[in-house]
């Protein structure tokens, strides 16, 4: 119990407020996380984009300069990552207009709407690299740089 005193310090016996430790992690509630988490991911993307564009203004060399970054196994990393944030990100808002609507308020639903996000956000950005083939261009140089260590 928490320590509490009234106006003339007189002992006040309350309840501690729950934390993480008392509830089991909800799909709602890591979905929820994940949202807020990729939005403030989205900032930092969008300061990768404006750089992108930066250096496509300023000519060719430094424009070549980035794309290596970018062109890297590290920068395809964070850019599979900035693509899973936005398309997640977008599911989520979707998610959240729906039950603005006032509708999807059923548990089973929430649970339904929660884990297609999570599914659909994985599904949909293997796919749109998938299809511009930067899937295998990156598994491709994840695997020259495994058999670089292992070797």
Avoid at 8 to 21: C, D, M, N, T
Avoid at 53 to 82: D, M, R, T
Avoid at 96 to 102: E, K, M, R, S
Wanted: glycine letters at 10%.
């Amino acid at each position: 119990m928490a320590e509490a005193r009234t106006a003339r310090g007189a002992r006040i016996e309350r309840p501690l407020s729950p934390h993480l430790q008392v509830y089991s992690p909800l799909i709602n509630m890591v979905m929820s996380i994940l949202h807020r988490m990729t939005g403030a991911a989205l900032y930092f993307g969008s300061l990768l984009l404006a750089w992108w564009l930066v250096a496509a203004a300023s000519g060719p060399e430094y424009f070549a300069f980035v794309n290596g970054i970018f062109g890297s196994l590290l920068g395809k990393l964070v850019l599979l990552g900035f693509t899973w944030a936005l398309i997640n990100h977008a599911l989520g808002g979707i998610r959240h207009f729906i039950w603005d609507t006032g509708k999807g308020y059923a548990l089973g639903t929430i649970d339904m709407l929660c884990w297609s996000t999570a599914i659909l956000g994985v599904v949909l950005t293997l796919a749109i690299w998938g299809l511009t083939g930067q899937l295998t261009s990156l598994v491709a140089h994840a695997a020259s740089v495994l058999h670089l260590i292992v070797a």
